[in-house]
């Protein structure tokens, strides 16, 4: 049972991007408290008249209803990584530093700025902020509207703020993770020959790994990079005995042009002999730049697109047959830093670019 | 401040050598509770009369003082590994089953009967009865009278009533322990490439070892059986990251004819061009079977001496000039198990095997 406080927040959709995304970053909203951005965000969009809003948990919805031939959906997350003694935000030689100014208040920033900005969009616009996104997967603002509110979402492309430096990064890499587990005979290590040590056998798996030599493989005109990798190991169990188990922990990062079953074989295939078992996996996205709406909008955003290594929220959209880009303000290697900070020139071209796509 | 409870327990040597060692492990003695046991033990040597009877701490020494030529040690130690709900002891068709029959109440109890019915050995016989043996060394009886009260333990020859199933184990194999570590460079495992995988480094230290072959050697006419095994493995930090170290405990178990040096020698070029750092490790102990008081021990006890694998406490005699041997009842490989047991045959064969050495 929680009352707005007398300070609850409110946001000038009227201020530039850089003062909108430092008011944005100034409202703490680490994921599971996100209710009070999202208040604010709630009552700025109804604020304008020109949208339908809708709200499902923390989650905030607007859409044009101007009955253009084409819908595309503008996407960002609320939440933030927890804050690491780098709030309130502070603007330096024109860079914003700060908690969520990359990940991802700068792109919500753009999105609310285009919202209030242009009334009438050549193309049908859905704004969608959502909660959860820096937690467990299960709890992903998005993925939750995905299931219940699929009309909500429902589009024909879709552009998610996330940071790319302004450069538009097209799908994204799949990922899978499997535990390989080798297992020996428990001995006195002063017995060895008694046992069998499972450490010395995980030896043959990271060979493996250490032998494969990951694809670089075109989607849609994009090169999309991928990567083998032991990310844990843990084996034995005390300083005198004879390991009889060992797990090793693989992570595939696999290109948009195979799916996750087929992700899966691939890894039983480099790892075969070896019991492997799944533990979790998402598909990629391909990156869907043959879409008209996305050659319109790489066309009006200029640059050269790239592929999107790191898993995102496209994958979703993806899922949903609606093809997607990344495209947002701020460097991504700098999301999560405790020095996280975001040139405001990213933020400005950002919605310069969108701007240019939406109006005639 | 503990005064003895009115049922402080009495130990009858009159009693046969199972009976004893009954008696002996119905006295729960896990390390750092010796302290009844060892009173008990005290107050039964005291009441031969033959013996001279010292005490340190929950250690205690009692020695004839004949005037021999020759000096020999019999020496076990009064603790065990906790209980596993397997006292009182049960004895079933021939065998005595619970904590302590085979590690090792068996040989204390030989050693309480050689002392009472004994009393004019041909050699000096000193009967050391020593605490925490069973956790770490730096609390070891043994090793405190050594630096306290070497005198009390000074001899020709020693004879440990450890487990070996009456069959004369001369020695023991040293030990060492190194950690080996390989260092990466951190990235997200989306980015592989920006970083360097320390884990599928460790894949080569562990190819090194398993490709390793042990050596088989002969010290003093006894074949000794080397080991050099990975014992414990762990790298990486969370599944999303290239791990940027990883940690292999490595223990080398080394023939007597090594120092603990020369190990370390032979471990740094086994595992050469790797960051190695030795953990800690302890030297083994030469048979020492051409020894006169030895050979006479070897004969009256019969059968083919065998090698002793594991690392015991006749490396603290070795250490101290005195060649040792393991020679007691029970299976070492039952010690610490929830079902150790010893053979009631056992038992009486050693103490047959000591008093024909010691007497005319």
């Known amino acids: 049972m929680t009352t707005s406080p007398p300070d609850a927040p409110t946001l000038d959709l009227a201020a530039d991007g850089v003062t909108l995304t430092a008011a944005l970053c100034d409202v703490p909203s680490v994921s599971g408290d996100e209710g009070p951005l999202a208040d ?20 905030v919805v607007a859409r044009t209803r101007l009955g253009r031939p084409e819908r595309v959906v503008l996407a960002g997350h609320l939440d933030t990584v927890p804050i690491a003694d780098n709030l309130p935000t502070r603007l330096v030689d024109g860079v914003l530093h700060g908690r969520g100014t990359v990940d991802m208040k700068g792109g919500v920033a753009v999105q609310l700025r285009i919202a209030a900005t242009v009334p009438e969009p050549t193309r049908d616009v859905t704004f969608v902020f959502y909660d959860h996104e820096e937690v467990d997967a299960a709890s992903n603002g998005l993925g939750r509207l995905a299931r219940a509110h699929p009309d909500w979402i429902a589009a024909d492309f879709a552009v998610l703020l996330e940071p790319t430096s302004a450069v ?8 899978l993770r499997v535990e390989v587990t080798t297992r020996g005979v428990a001995a006195h290590s002063a017995r060895a020959w008694r046992g069998h040590n499972a450490i010395h056998d995980a030896g043959r798996v990271l060979a493996r790994l250490e032998a494969y030599a990951a694809r670089q493989v075109d989607v849609d005109g994009l090169v999309y990079r991928e990567g083998l ?23 595939y990062r696999f290109a948009p042009d195979r799916s996750l079953a087929q992700a899966e074989a691939h890894v039983r295939e480099v790892l075969d002999g070896f019991e492997v078992a799944v533990v979790d996996g998402s598909a990629g996205a391909r990156p869907g730049l043959d879409h008209p709406a996305a050659a319109a909008f790489v066309a009006a955003v200029g640059g050269e697109p790239k592929p999107k290594y790191g898993w995102t929220d496209v994958a979703r959209f993806s899922a949903l047959g609606v093809p997607a880009v990344n495209y947002g303000p701020g460097d991504a290697l700098l999301a999560h830093a405790d020095d996280e900070r975001c040139p405001a020139a990213d933020i400005a071209r950002c919605e310069q670019a969108l701007h240019a796509w939406l109006t005639p």
Chains 1, 2 share one sequence.
């Open 229 to 251: 990798n032991a990310v844990t190991i843990h084996g034995g169990i005390a300083n005198n005995v004879i390991p009889d188990r060992c797990v090793v922990a693989v992570n």
């Open 168 to 175: 538009v990064e097209g799908g994204c890499n799949g990922t």
């Open 40 to 59: 604010a965000v709630e009552a700025a969009l109804r604020g304008l008249g020109h949208l339908e809003v809708l709200r499902d948990g923390d989650a």
